[in-house]
């Protein structure tokens, strides 16, 4: 049982995060937002396979005006990212975005960013501080410090100015595309403030890779109950992203959202072409939205016996597979039928 870190609650849209609830997975739109069809049909893309938050990058006037028609036909809470220019936050919240991704020591002036902050308070927009490894600020590159510690040092730089102006909406990031630096980042802010925490890696690469960094150091913080929300960033589709992320709070026992699956890593026994099989099993199911675990196993010998806990599964055989639940065989299978076959018993014991 993991002890999760207690932290303040926030509201972004209806979703509630920090204080104990459910840890969020969010992505980002890799769409321009100035084009308002694609941009919605990313996020519905996004909203189908799970993903809570939806962040959009707003780059220019044309951009933030977007934002109200966007805003009407989300069906989840968006987060607009802005960087420099206050006028854009100030348009943005006015268009009735649900947060802003924001670092209020980078949009000029004292008054720039008294009027977001004045607005954002007015309208309960909460801002999340995004503090990342290659951006950090002049004087703290040239620190002997530790990295991590830089970052954090940023983050509070950021906070202060929010806390001064009597805010506290907020919810903070510190990311690195290292997995070490990202890691103690978190460790270190997590003892000296109470704010929620978005964790996750940037720049953490292709599928391959970047799953397997973005895995490491999220997985490792959640498990010291570090984190409110999470990304898993990836230079691939973001509808990836958000499988990927609810795979993690699954493996720790964080969420129970879809299929847990389950299969084995092939052998000499193996009589069925189980890599494809498996991969065609976990497409059909991945927003199949049943708390259930499904197993794919290589043979009739070990299969149903090892993955007798599965609430339904395949053992395969020569040219044909056995169909099991919780370990019982209910029914054989030839090879070219058995994938349809089984996702038919899997949903008819649903209806």
Do not use: W
Not at 8 to 36: A, F, H, P, Y
Not at 94 to 119: D, F, W, Y
Not at 125 to 130: A, E, L, Y
């Amino acid at each position: 049982m993991i002890n999760r870190r207690k932290t303040k609650e926030i509201l972004i849209g209806n979703v509630k995060i920090g204080n104990n609830n459910l840890i969020s997975v969010q992505s980002m739109c890799n769409t321009d937002t100035r084009d308002i069809k694609s941009t919605l049909n990313q996020i519905k893309e996004l909203s189908d396979a799970g993903c809570e938050i939806v962040r959009l990058a707003v780059l220019n006037k044309d951009a933030a005006s977007a934002i109200k028609d966007i805003v009407k036909k989300s069906d989840v809470p968006l987060v607009a990212d802005i960087h420099f220019d206050y006028r854009l936050a100030i348009e943005c919240i006015n268009n009735g975005i649900s947060a802003l991704r924001l670092n209020p020591g980078n949009i000029g002036r004292k008054e720039h960013t008294q009027a977001v902050v004045k607005l954002a308070k007015q309208q309960k927009i909460p801002i999340r501080i995004g503090v990342n490894a290659g951006s950090l600020e002049k004087d703290l590159q040239n620190k002997h410090i530790p990295l991590s510690q830089k970052m954090v040092e940023s983050a509070m730089s950021h906070i202060k100015i929010l806390e001064d102006l009597d805010f506290d909406l907020i919810k903070v990031s510190l990311k690195s595309s290292d997995v070490m630096t990202t890691i103690d980042a978190y460790r270190r802010i997590s003892q000296i403030i109470d704010y929620p925490l978005h964790i996750g890696l940037t720049e953490a690469g292709t599928m391959r890779g970047g799953l397997i960094k973005s895995s490491i150091g999220i997985g490792a913080l959640l498990s010291e109950g570090i984190g409110d929300t999470i990304r898993v960033s990836l230079t691939e589709n973001p509808v990836e992203e958000v499988y990927a992320g609810f795979e993690i709070l699954k493996s720790l026992g964080l969420r129970k959202k879809g299929v847990n699956f389950v299969s084995c890593p092939t052998c000499g026994r193996t009589q069925i072409d189980l890599i494809s099989l498996a991969k065609k099993v976990e497409e059909r199911f991945k927003n199949f939205d049943k708390d259930i675990t499904i197993a794919v196993m290589g043979c009739p010998v070990n299969g149903p016996g090892e993955a007798k806990n599965a609430d339904f599964g395949i053992a395969g055989a020569i040219g044909e597979g056995y169909i099991f639940k919780k370990g019982e065989i209910i029914a054989r299978v030839p090879e070219n039928e058995l994938l349809e076959k089984f996702e038919q018993i899997v949903i008819n014991s649903y209806k």
